[in-house]
């Protein structure tokens, strides 16, 4: 397997040498660092996963990210210019739902576009245009209460798609899901991530997910002080059907290979949740 490290020519978000550290929730003065001296990179076009043991930190890397998180140090740079406050060419998909419930489908996919005051007519026609890319003509008018789990996180994809962000920054966005209904989702995310190749960090505790999905894989130690410990080049052909794919050679071998490094990390990082329990 070839390390990736140092591949990515040019770069639309990295993360360098970013270190995380908190105020103790256990005693009044101690410090937590929760991610130490963590580099990395996501290319132009590129599909980025990150994984790890539960509680390692990923999330809060995908907060640093988005500009939602300031590092205690490090640098966030965007498309060549260093973050400062809110990301603004990313695109942010969390693990829970994120829909405003008072309102339909189309009035989510469309509040993106209304914030940023473009004329109603036109915001209504690109909203429905992209519910229809995402398999959901004839349910516009419904709420997200009316909606099944996919139906949910296919609004919500198109909440985000339809401001065009270069970014995709995604935490674990199916997780909730059933399993046939998770690789429903995760082909048409490849799908719709095909047509223009956004720059995609995406955050799961998956492995089989995140090689089925990416171009790279960065595993995350066990925290604290998480920090990469490896990252793999996924050398599977596209396009690819998350289903199929996971029964070549190939992948077998690929997860092979991720899970000899990460499961001394797992295995830490299982034991450490169960002493905090």
């Known amino acids: 397997m070839q390390s990736a490290r140092g591949a990515v020519a040019q770069s639309a978000l990295a993360l360098e040498r970013v270190t995380c550290t908190f105020a103790s929730r256990e005693r009044a ?83 993106g576009l209304q914030f940023a005051g473009v004329e109603e007519r036109e915001a209504e026609t690109r909203a429905n245009a992209w519910l229809s890319r995402v398999g959901l003509t004839g349910f516009a008018r419904r709420f997200p209460h009316q909606l099944s789990g996919g139906m949910r996180k296919r609004v919500a994809l198109a909440q985000m798609l339809i401001l065009d962000p270069k970014i995709l920054l995604m935490d674990e966005p199916f997780s909730a899901l059933d399993v046939q209904t998770r690789q429903l989702m995760e082909n048409e995310l490849l799908e719709l991530w095909s047509a223009d190749r956004k720059s995609v960090l995406f955050i799961t505790h998956d492995l089989e997910e995140a090689i089925a999905l990416s171009d790279r894989v960065i595993v995350l130690s066990a925290g604290p002080e998480t920090h990469p410990i490896g990252e793999f080049v996924i050398d599977l052909p596209r396009p690819r059907d998350v289903n199929e794919i996971r029964m070549t050679p190939r992948f077998v071998e690929i997860h092979g290979h991720i899970w000899h490094a990460m499961k001394d990390e797992v295995l830490k990082g299982y034991a450490q949740s169960t002493k905090s329990q």
Do not use: H
């Open 29 to 111: 003065g101690d410090r937590y660092t929760a991610v130490r001296d963590t580099t990395l990179t996501v290319g132009e076009g590129e599909f980025v996963s990150v994984v790890g043991p539960t509680g390692c930190g990923k999330s809060t890397l995908l907060n640093v990210a988005a500009g939602l998180l300031a590092p205690s140090s490090g640098e966030v740079r965007v498309l060549g210019g260093t973050l400062t406050g809110i990301n603004r060419s990313a695109g942010y998909m969390f693990q829970a739902d994120s829909l405003m419930p008072w309102r339909s489908a189309l009035d989510n996919v469309l509040a």
